[in-house]
């Protein structure tokens, strides 16, 4: 989409895709090593216990003797698409678009 080369500068080209300047000259960082085996490493006990969320998990990877913050688990499972499975809040109860609309007509 940006060409570098182009006679038009970095600055109009932008402008004219719409982009920010800041998102043309971004590169992505890789993903390190150590989050890698850590990602790994948080698998595993997520499919032993899929209800258990990022503080459980951090708590059975700190019994294993890896060190890690709340943080960094809670990250590592947004990125991997990873979430604990628990009942979500007012689940039984009916939207309110649903209702049926009665009338009573004595007469």
Do not use: W
């Amino acid at each position: 989409m940006i060409d570098r080369d182009h006679d038009l500068s970095i600055v109009r080209q932008a402008k004219v895709v719409n982009l920010a300047r800041s998102t043309v000259y971004y590169e992505p960082r890789p993903v390190s090593t150590e989050d890698l085996a850590l990602v790994r490493r948080l698998d595993e006990p997520h499919l032993d216990y899929p209800f258990a969320g990022a503080q459980i998990l951090r708590s059975l990877l700190r019994r294993e003797g890896v060190c890690i913050g709340l943080r960094h688990v809670a990250t590592l499972m947004k990125r991997m698409g990873i979430a604990a499975i628990y009942r979500r809040p007012s689940t039984s109860k009916p939207a309110p678009a649903t209702r049926s609309i009665t009338t009573c007509c004595a007469g």
